[in-house]
């Protein structure tokens, strides 16, 4: 079973930044928060990841509360071309890790 | 960033038929190379992790004589599903890690057995 809790659906309006958020309250002390989008009939993208603090790329910026019992992605400026499914995933570290898919975030982004 | 393919991109085969799906990483060495599947308007769900040189592993209810992994090498693992019915057609996606935390995924091949 997935270990994190998504709303199933979010509108975001080109432009307006896309603040998505995750549960993960059972999240273990060694597991990270991971991000991923895929975009309609692609594989999945990686996003970002952090452990505790608060990280930002390119990309996205990723806000883990201080219980690490929740986390925000945020897309400062959504385009069209981020219409996709988000998925918030908690995972240890390495390159034998894991990643258990959940339902996920289908955001919408429109004009 | 790091890029992971796979071949072919889609592919429709009749039932009772084998279809062999590649994963190749394509500028990196992937010791362990991962195999998911997706119907449509789910989420993708692990079948297999797949090890150069050795056995791979398979998720609970997961068939590993239909689902067959090779791992042959560093930068190809291969996924074949064996004497297909109508019921495996479905979107499958390979994914292996490049850097420590991230995981690449492969464009996915989507399979339709008539």
């Known amino acids: 079973d997935a270990k994190t809790t998504q709303p199933p659906s979010m509108d975001c309006a080109e432009g307006r930044a896309a603040n998505l958020p995750c549960n993960h309250s059972?999240?273990?002390?060694?597991?990270?928060v991971y991000w991923y989008r895929q975009i309609h009939s692609q594989g999945p993208q990686y996003i970002i990841h952090?452990?505790?603090n608060n990280e930002t790329n390119e990309m996205a910026s990723l806000i883990i509360t201080e219980d690490r019992k929740s986390s925000t992605l945020i897309l400062p400026h959504a385009t069209l071309r981020d219409t996709a499914v988000y998925y918030c995933?908690?995972?240890?570290?390495?390159?034998?890790?894991?990643?258990?898919f959940g339902t996920g975030t289908r955001l919408q982004v429109t004009l | 960033g790091a890029v992971v393919s796979q071949h072919p991109s889609r592919v429709i085969c009749k039932s009772g038929t084998s279809v062999k799906i590649e994963c190749r990483s394509l500028?990196?060495?992937?010791?362990?190379m991962f195999w998911y599947r997706q119907f449509p308007k789910q989420s993708l769900m692990l079948m297999a992790t797949?090890?150069?040189?050795?056995?791979?592993?398979?998720e609970q209810g997961v068939e590993k004589d239909k689902f067959l992994i090779n791992h042959a090498s560093l930068t190809l693992s291969t996924l074949t599903v064996t004497s297909a019915h109508p019921e495996d057609s479905s979107f499958y996606i390979c994914?292996?890690?490049?850097?420590?935390?991230?995981?690449?995924f492969g464009p996915g091949t989507r399979l339709t057995v008539l």
């Open positions: 059972t999240i273990s002390g060694n597991e990270y």
């Open positions: 952090g452990l505790k």
């Open positions: 994914s292996t890690y490049a850097a420590y935390n991230e995981q690449f």
């Open positions: 500028d990196f060495q992937a010791t362990t």
């Open positions: 797949s090890n150069e040189g050795s056995k791979a592993t398979y």
């Open positions: 995933i908690v995972s240890p570290t390495g390159t034998a890790s894991k990643l258990t």
